[in-house]
Each structure stands twice: as C-alpha cells, then as structure tokens.
C-alpha cells in the first residue's frame, strides 16, 4: 500500500534525480541563437512553367526544356 511517507520520497527522489540531471546538464545558454539572415534569394519570386506531355513517351516536361535525346522526340535538341 502507498502511504503518505513512501509518496513524499518518491516525490523527493523525482526531485533530486531532475536537479542532478540539469546540474550536469545545464542549458545551452551561453551559445546565442542566430536567426537566419534573410536571403536576397528568397525574395525572388520562383518562375513557375506549365508542363505538358509529351508525343512520343508521354512525360511531362517544361514548354522550354530541350529535348530528352529520345528517338522521335519533338522537343528541339
């Protein structure tokens, strides 16, 4: 049966393992957290193009790809 004496060491021996643990290892306080700079990239917008299937194998590529090397393929080299 837990009485109130076993509870408070239970309790006590909780407490003193968490102390001993953060004694040993204390936070990383001293290292300063960096935000990232913001890159100029970033800014950019990405230019996004509609892909369209292919004739010949049927795999979508970019309007302004070039050409997969494929036999028959109608994308410009």
């Known amino acids: 049966m837990i ?13 003193a393992v968490w102390v001993a643990f953060r004694w040993r290892n204390p936070p990383a306080r001293s290292v300063p957290r960096r935000r990232p700079a913001a890159s100029p990239r970033a800014a950019q917008q990405t230019a996004v193009e509609d892909l369209t299937a292919c004739r010949v194998c049927g795999a979508y590529v ?16």
């Open 62 to 77: 970019a309007a302004t790809a070039r050409g997969c090397g494929k036999p028959g393929c109608p994308q410009p080299l």
């Open 3 to 15: 009485t109130l004496p076993k509870l408070l060491l239970i309790v006590l021996l909780i407490a």
